[in-house]
């Protein structure tokens, strides 16, 4: 029943933009998170939003990047725009009890990843 799907990757020019979601089903979570994963990389926090809509980025997508969540719909968001090469990675979406940070350690639930391939 408790389920993080992920949507909305594929490949890209450098420049272009992607809009990535995530459907939530099953559970409630005030803090949600978007983070990404390149082959022979740690996977590392993108942004994340809180309850309250507070939202903190990674220094790197900064500008560029946006989270969001629709309550409704109970689906989270990120926008990319102005999209490098360096973006490419897997994408997931996750959920955390306590806080919204940009942390892999602190969240409990993920998706199982939307790819995001850029290129120059």
């Known amino acids: 029943q408790v389920q993080l799907v992920e949507s909305g990757g594929g490949s890209v020019q450098a420049g272009g933009s992607l809009r990535l979601s995530c459907a939530i089903s099953?559970?409630?979570?005030?803090?949600m998170g978007w983070f990404r994963q390149a082959p022979g990389k740690e996977r590392e926090g993108v942004a994340a939003?809180?309850?309250?809509?507070?939202?903190d980025y990674a220094d790197s997508v900064k500008g560029r990047f946006t989270i969001s969540k629709d309550n409704a719909k109970n689906t989270l968001y990120l926008q990319m725009n102005s999209l490098q090469p360096e973006d490419t990675a897997m994408y997931y979406c996750?959920?955390?009890?306590?806080?919204?940070?940009?942390?892999?350690?602190?969240?409990?639930?993920w998706g199982r990843g939307t790819q995001v391939t850029v290129s120059s």
């Open positions: 939003i809180n309850g309250n809509g507070n939202t």
């Open positions: 996750a959920a955390a009890p306590w806080r919204a940070t940009l942390r892999v350690n602190d969240y409990v639930l």
């Open positions: 099953g559970v409630t979570y005030r803090n």
